[in-house]
């Protein structure tokens, strides 16, 4: 089983478009997962069919019984995320501040602070319309611990694929270099990054590149939008080669990526036969991969 | 005042937008712009950014003096993060998970832990003219983005009246620490499926949060009204609009200013700078 992250630093080149367009062509041959999941969308161009709905209970939230407090202050004192304030004669937590830490619990004399579960968002096994499984979630509204949510969703997709002996996983990850890409970095085979012919595609590819030799995984690359600007396409490939990491394909800039979204199509179900084979080509570097 | 520009979605245009309005306000009062997307901080590059020095930023962790620890397990029975762990012959730290909450610190019976640092990221600030551009840059392989930005706000810059954050995209952590002390947020719209998705999520968002908030429509091509349709149906604004221009994108993608180098457009954000300031006049959390 060979898993694939599909990952890109900054946000807006493509990934989640060619993520599916990929899963368009592996079909049954490979469990989907989509792990940006405080924007979660390729379920908009996978129209899944949901097999399961499960909801993820992560982290805590101070609750302060008033009845019980004797308004002693020390919760207030303590907390290193004022959390808790002092309003119309008694002490309330703000859940969007509290960080679920546990120490106004653990140190309230008067025993009133209660920790509640925290209901974060769902996840949902799902069947795409290209009949593989898609693992996929929706982090709650001013919720946190997204890196968690996608610990869940890998965790899935990765049991999933055992139990179907499916030979691919394509994971959509999150951009940035933070806690849900780490989280969903981990048990990859391979990092397949999306960077664009920009400054700012360049400046946020070279710090993907330094997280994932930290981790030591290997990664190729795709320029989309290639020819945005040449000399900062020259200056990507420099820095790909420098850092071994091949270059997998570039795709020109093309309207073909919003028209066929718009219609709910992946690109490769255009009638774009150059992006179509570039997609195809792509596929067979991930099928030549050990 | 401050106003963050924000959009759910990557790549929709927040920077474009942020740069651009910090340079126009520029021209007409000392404006702060903060960089408040710490894994991915690009404002810099549309300026003429010099090796601008930076301070470091650290974060609380716990220090165990072996000498005082009885390896009661107290620290690790406390700590929400799986941060602490106590082995037979040793408590473990994991500075990574770790959440700086004190929490073993102030519960360890004998006193055994103190409060040792550990950095998360570096901030630089800088005079760019009249602009002070503070930017917050993550250490690669940390987590702990929400803390880093939380610090980045509370560099000083020399700002008379409007502070522009620049917010990371997607909904959690990172953009709630941004937003929550917002006075105002203005949501870059992009007219596609994607872009109405997550555009959608976080007015969501920001209406639980109760901060206003009204909408730039980018990569605005005619006859595509989901954006339009969107705000209509929420009763938000539309304050401005840019049109969907390869012109736009190469001189984004070279790192220049496009009311800079695009007739026009200087002229369109100092619209777009009188529409948010008298939006935004009397909205003060």
């Known amino acids: ?290 | 005042m401050n106003i963050a520009i924000a959009s759910g979605k990557g790549g929709t245009g927040k920077t474009l937008i942020a740069t651009n309005l910090a340079f126009t306000a520029g021209k007409r009062f000392p404006v702060a712009l903060y960089d408040l997307d710490v894994e991915e901080p690009n404002d810099h590059l549309f300026f003429d950014s010099a090796d601008t020095p930076e301070h470091g930023v650290d974060k609380m962790i716990p220090d165990v003096d072996p000498q005082k620890c009885t390896l009661c397990g107290t620290c690790t029975q406390v700590c929400e993060f799986h941060a602490i762990i106590t082995l037979p012959d040793q408590v473990m730290v994991f500075p990574e998970l770790c959440h700086s909450c004190y929490s073993c610190l102030e519960m360890c019976p004998e006193g055994a832990i103190s409060s040792g640092t550990k950095t998360i990221g570096t901030i630089s600030a800088e005079k760019q003219g009249p602009v002070s551009l503070v930017t917050g840059r993550l250490k690669i392989t940390e987590f702990a983005t929400a803390a880093l930005i939380s610090e980045t706000k509370k560099e000083p810059s020399a700002s008379n009246n409007i502070t522009f954050y620049d917010a990371p995209p997607g909904s959690s952590c990172p953009f709630i620490e941004t937003v929550k002390d917002s006075d105002y947020v203005i949501l870059v719209g992009e007219p596609s499926p994607f872009g109405l998705h997550d555009m959608d999520i976080v007015a969501r968002t920001l209406r639980n949060l109760h901060t206003p908030y009204s909408v730039i429509v980018n990569k605005d091509v005619e006859g595509n009204t989901i954006i339009d349709e969107y705000c209509r149906e929420n009763n938000i604004d539309i304050i401005g609009r840019l049109p969907l221009s390869m012109n736009i994108a190469r001189e984004y993608a070279n790192g220049q200013l496009i009311v800079k180098n695009i007739q026009g457009m200087d002229t369109l954000f100092e619209q777009l700078l009188d529409t948010i300031i008298a939006k935004t006049s009397g909205e003060h959390k």
């Not at chain 1, 992560?58 to 995320?81: D, P, Q, V």
């Not at chain 1, 899935?156 to 990850?173: C, F, H, K, N, T």
Request: hydrophobic share 40%.
């Open chain 1, 1 to 290: 089983m060979n898993e694939i992250v599909i990952m890109s630093g900054k946000g807006g080149t493509g990934k989640t478009s060619i993520t599916a367009a990929l899963a368009a062509l592996a079909g049954e041959k490979a469990v989907v997962a989509d792990c940006d999941v405080d924007a979660a969308n390729m379920h908009l161009l996978l129209a899944p069919e949901r097999m399961e709905t499960h909801d993820f209970v992560s982290g805590k939230t101070a609750y302060i019984h008033t009845e019980t407090c004797t308004a002693c202050g020390l919760c207030t004192e303590k907390c290193r995320f004022d959390a808790i304030s002092f309003a119309q004669g008694t002490y309330i937590v703000n859940p969007v501040d509290c960080e679920g830490c546990s120490l106004c619990h653990y140190i309230c004399p008067a025993k009133a602070i209660e920790m509640k579960d925290n209901t974060a968002g769902q996840w949902f096994i799902s069947r795409s319309r290209f009949g593989s499984r898609f693992v996929h979630a929706k982090l709650g509204i001013a919720q946190e611990n997204s890196g968690k949510l996608v610990g869940k969703v890998k965790t899935i997709a990765q049991s999933s694929a055992r139990e179907l002996d499916v030979p691919y996983i394509l994971v959509d990850g999150a951009p940035g270099i933070g806690c849900p890409v780490i989280s969903s970095l981990s048990g990859a085979d391979h990092i397949l990054i999306v960077t664009e012919a920009s400054e700012s595609g360049l400046h946020d590819l070279e710090r993907l590149v330094e997280l994932i030799q930290y981790f030591s995984i290997q990664g190729s690359c795709i320029i989309n939008k290639c020819d945005l600007n040449d000399a900062v396409k020259t200056k990507i490939e420099t820095f790909c080669n420098a850092n071994n990491v091949s270059i997998v394909n570039s795709i020109p800039y093309s309207s073909v990526f919003t028209e066929t979204l718009q219609q709910g199509k992946t690109i490769v179900e255009s009638n774009d036969r150059s992006i179509i084979s570039k997609i195809e080509e792509i596929w067979n570097y991930v099928q030549s991969m050990e």
